[in-house]
Each structure stands twice: as C-alpha cells, then as structure tokens.
C-alpha cells in the first residue's frame, strides 16, 4: 500500500498518550486503533484508563473494550485483527493512527511477531499449575537457568511472559531468544512512530496521582466486582492483583494502594525500557506543542 502511513504513537503511562493521539486523528481525519493490551476487556475501566466517553466519541476508536475478561486474546490475535482492520482503514484513509503502551502488541503491529515451532500443550499446563501452587519466583529462576539472555530483558514479573518463553525452552530444548528478532517481511504499509517523554520524578508524580483518581472514582469497587474471576489472566495486572490481596486479607487497604502506586512506577520504567530500545521511535517531551510535533511527523512522512 504505498502512500500509507500508520503513525504510533508510544510512551509510559500516565503520560499523556491518549490526547496526542486524538488531536492527531482529528486534523489528519483519521481514526484510531488501541494497542493497550489492558484496555481489551470490557469489564475493566477505571483501573485500566480506558479513554472517557467524550474521548471516544470524538474519534472513531478501534480495540477498546471489544473482549471479555473470559475470553483467550493474546498479541497474535491482535497482530491479526489489527491488520484485518488497518487494511480496511486504509482504504478509507491514507493515514491511520495507533496508540498505546504495550510494547509487544505495538511490535507485533509495526514489524510481526517472531515465529516459533509448537509444543505439547501440556508444558503449559504444568507451568500454570507451578505457578499456582509455588509462586512465579520457581519459574523466573528456571527461566534464568535455561535461557539467562531472555531473562535479562523480558518483564520478569509477567507470569504470561515468563511460561510462554519456558514452554519454548522446554518444547524445543532451545532458547526462547533463539527464535526471535529474525528477519520479517515488510509491513505494506510505512511506519512513524513518535515517544513521549517527560522527567522521570513528574511522571511518577502524574502516576501517583492518577492511582488517587481511579480510587476516588470507584476502582475499589470495580476490583471488587471482578474478585470472583481473579484467576482469569486479565486479571493479572497492576491494580487489581493488589486490591485482591486486600481482600484477601493478606494487606490492608492502604499498603494495597502503595503497592499499585509502587508497581505502576515499576510497569512505566520497564515500557521506558522496551521503548528506549527501539532506534525507529522518534522522541518529543510531552510539553511540546502541537504544531511542533505535528511539523515532525509531516517532515518524516515526506522523507520516507
């Protein structure tokens, strides 16, 4: 599809992604497709920062809250859907935006996901039962042992992450790393993709404050509402495993909101990480203007 441009836009949380994207879409007028692999699930709102109601009415969004908690969705499914959609965009539009913060699901979109050999389905059943019954600490050291190179780079408290690469390495008596970032096809379609950036100690700050505001806007009682499916893994993220403990009994209510304060920090320094790797991202503090950005995007869209 020569003459297509997908411009996405990346960046930690909290950091303001969601309105670039929409100013963006409105003056290129275009529409928009989430990669924010938490904001999937329509049980889920407040605690995942889906985009307000005004937000997406004023643009046509695509991947917000269009699966169900209980449902299996992970980021090969999304590559596939995303594309379906995009090449249908495309022949609406010569431009189309992508934002979101999951790394992964932002890679499988702009360059494919690497490909592996199947394995026995039961690998993964066993992983899942050890994890239940002795914690993901078993399963980070044993993905330390059988492939250190992985281990250094994938988000060790990701249990999704860590099983999906040990069942590689048991399947195939080779490394998980040993099967990625080979050489892919190219997309047909021309990427731009814009960081946003900000002082590491005022995004900490946006982030603490961002946790005050779901609590006051009801994620107690949206966790609280989802107890019953907290084995689901949609449910294993920052924001409600916390709130589970609580209920648990296992932290008081208090430390359970340090704790998503603490570990959503933790989750934006790790996507900083992912992203800081990626030498096609062009990076823009967060205060600069719109025309300013805007101007960058239009000069890399001519030189490409």
Known sequence: MPGKYLITI?????????????D?????????????????????SIGTAVPSRN???SVPHHFIQHKSIREIYNVGDFEKDALNVLDNLFKKYDITIMVGGSGLYVDAVNYGLDAFPGVDKEIRTKLNSIHKQEGIEVLQNQLKELDPKYYDKVDIQNPH?????????????????SFINKKKPPRPFNSIMVGLSME????????????????????????????KHKHLNALQTVGYTELFNSFDGIWDLDFAISEIKKNTRRFAKRQLTWFGKNKDIIWVDVSTPFEEVLDQIIHLKKST
């Open 200 to 227: 590491r100690s005022i995004l900490y700050d946006k982030i603490n404050e961002r946790v005050d505001t779901m609590i006051e806007n009801g994620l107690i009682e949206e966790a609280r509402s989802l107890y």
């Open 55 to 57: 937000e997406l009415e």
């Open 24 to 44: 963006l879409a409105k003056y290129f007028k275009t529409e928009i497709i989430s990669a924010d692999s938490r904001q999937f699930y329509k049980e889920m």
């Open 10 to 22: 990346v960046g930690p949380t909290a950091i303001g992604k969601t309105k670039l994207a929409i």
């Open 161 to 177: 992450r860590i099983i999906r690469a040990l069942e590689i390495c048991l399947g195939t008596r080779k490394t998980y790393s």
